[in-house]
């Protein structure tokens, strides 16, 4: 991997703060800066069970007072669909977990896990009893989609979706019990709950399909569940309404988001984490940033973005007001010490694409070098 190690001896810091590097309380935290770790899925979870060189790895990307959010883990043994990924459904997970939340814990930063189940974002390989996956329909994805062979879901019945929705409350309050300060529902990306909040997966003609009010509710009531277990102060939730990842887009995104964010108000919510699609071409920070903004306006409380941005257009959400918070995916994965780059304007390490989920527990996951100290 190309990498870069640095003197900082021959970096010098701005003499202003920048908007990144400000202090923010989000609910009962208090934050050093506004650069969070975006979730980041890596493959090193042998047997769905996390190991202990995820303790190195998020330990080295944790500072005093940052915010650091945990790759999507499995709610229950339906919710896989890649090799390797953890879950918090077990006992077991559970204590692999502890010692992990305690090593970033150590280092004085805050750890939020996220909770996921990928729906039709699976093979009967990682199923149960080589089951069929389930979804909000019986819709396929193109076949070879993302280089996979998805296999073909089955519509979840109505009778089975309070059984998903406890899925999710038991792993929120498995996540608690690790020691995580908190969870954050994984709403997007094309999983199960975006499943049914897009209208172009979700054809069905029950409670949870038609209106958009319908497709919403088996979100709004994960949100209740999780809530009602482990409190709305350490509950955030991640959505990606402009997102067609997966082939889960919807029709009128914007009318998503805002009815979204609107409903998520009643139930005070730590954070709300919006994904946007990566920034390639000139211009589109802008766009991408005004599109936030009915967002910023509708949610009350802390609003995190992400989706490709770097040291300035982060710099810039912060500065004019359309995010509280960023979050960094792979810049975080490549450089551990990124807040303490973008502090400096030090050059960043080039991320690996080919080594993003080897099962090496250390090629491509806690090998990037640091900042050389003079």
């Keep these: ?59 080295q990307r944790a500072t005093e007072g940052g915010l650091l959010i945990s790759e999507a883990t499995g709610v229950s043994d339906t919710a896989q669909g890649y090799p390797e990924t953890p879950g918090v459904w ?12 305690e090593a970033v814990h150590q280092k004085g930063a805050i750890f939020i896990a996220q909770i996921w189940h990928v729906g039709r974002v699976s093979s009967y390989q990682y199923q149960p009893n080589g089951q069929a996956p389930f979804s909000s329909s019986d819709n396929e994805m193109t076949p070879g989609l993302d280089d996979k062979d998805w296999s073909p879901p089955r519509r979840l019945r109505t009778d089975e979706i309070p059984i998903v929705i406890n899925d999710f409350k038991l792993a929120a309050r498995n996540a608690i019990e690790a020691g995580f300060d908190g969870v954050e529902i994984h709403g997007g990306y094309g999983y199960l709950i975006d499943q049914f909040l897009k209208d172009q997966v979700n054809d069905r003609t029950d ?38 990842y997966m082939e889960s887009g919807d029709s009128n995104p914007n009318a998503l988001a805002l009815y979204m964010a609107n409903e998520l108000n009643k139930y005070n919510l730590l954070y709300l984490h919006m994904i946007e699609p990566r920034m390639n071409k000139v211009g589109e920070k802008d766009e991408i940033l005004r ?3 009915p967002i910023r306006k509708t949610f009350k409380n802390t609003l995190i973005a992400a989706g490709g941005y770097d040291r ?21 994965l490549a450089n ?31 090998d990037y070098p640091f900042l050389e100290e003079p």
């Design 1 to 59: 991997m190309a990498a870069n190690n640095v003197d900082i001896s021959t970096t010098t810091s701005t003499s202003t703060t920048i908007p990144l590097l400000t202090p923010y309380k989000m609910g009962n935290f208090n934050l050093s800066h506004r650069i969070v770790m975006a979730p980041l899925s890596r493959g090193r979870s042998y047997g769905s069970v996390p190991q202990p060189h995820a303790a190195v790895y998020y330990s």
């Design 90 to 101: 077990t006992k077991e997970q559970i204590e692999a977990w502890k010692p992990i939340v």
């Design 207 to 244: 409670n949870y399909g038609g209106s958009l009010q319908n497709r919403c509710r088996f979100a709004l009531e994960i949100v209740e569940a999780v809530v009602n277990e482990i409190g709305a102060d350490k509950t955030g939730i991640r959505l990606s309404p402009f997102s067609n």
């Design 291 to 293: 599109r936030l903004l």
């Design 312 to 332: 300035s257009v982060g710099n810039q959400a912060i500065a004019e007001n359309y995010a509280d918070l960023v979050a960094f995916g792979r810049v975080f």
């Design 336 to 366: 551990p010490d990124l807040p303490r780059r973008f502090e400096l304007d030090a050059p960043l390490n080039d991320f690996d694409r080919s080594s993003y989920y080897l099962p090496d527990p250390v090629v491509g996951y806690t």
